[in-house]
């Protein structure tokens, strides 16, 4: 039994017709260090949003992040599944994602235009990917950069349309 736990991580070639699988095991990487950053601070705002729209920002939100912690087990995934290492600490996340922290505490306002704004910055690197894999036979992975995108796209449009005034 001590054997079984006595395995460490490695990446293996894969030979399912994927062209440089490794470049885009390091493109789903930065992406899913998008998305865990965006997911942590959506939860962060979720328990922190007051106001008026106090309900509808909270229930929008949940569903987000939900719906981002499945998709970056599913990147992971890709990446092993590619015969890749998917990151393993929080300093490689933090340093691969384009999505920062924003200083002091935001009104609610400000945490919308926050989070529509890094939907939006996510959506474009899975554009960037999108086009990457176009000619590398990964159509596994475009699939995968699509349906994100468009969860993104569409995060980014709820949120601005659920905190319009007037």
């Known amino acids: 039994m001590k054997d079984a736990l006595n395995v460490t991580p490695s990446t293996d070639e894969i030979a399912t017709g994927v062209k440089e699988a490794e470049r885009i095991s390091q493109a789903l990487a930065d992406v899913l ?77 400000e945490m919308v235009e926050d989070l529509a704004s890094d939907h939006e910055r996510v959506a474009h690197r899975l554009h960037a990917l999108i086009r990457l894999v176009g000619g590398l036979a990964d159509p596994v992975t475009e699939d995968l950069a699509t349906a994100r995108s468009a969860f993104h796209e569409q995060a980014a449009w709820m949120l601005r349309a659920t905190a319009k005034t007037g």
């Open 33 to 109: 260090a998008d998305t865990y950053r965006l997911t942590f601070k959506t939860h962060a705002y979720h328990w922190n949003v007051e106001g008026p729209l106090f309900f509808p920002l909270h229930k929008l939100t949940e569903g987000q992040y939900e719906d981002m912690f499945a998709a970056a087990d599913e990147l992971a995934e890709r990446i092993r599944a590619l015969g890749h290492l998917a990151p393993m600490t929080m300093g490689e996340i933090v340093e691969r994602s384009q999505i920062e922290d924003k200083a002091g505490t935001p009104s609610a306002a």
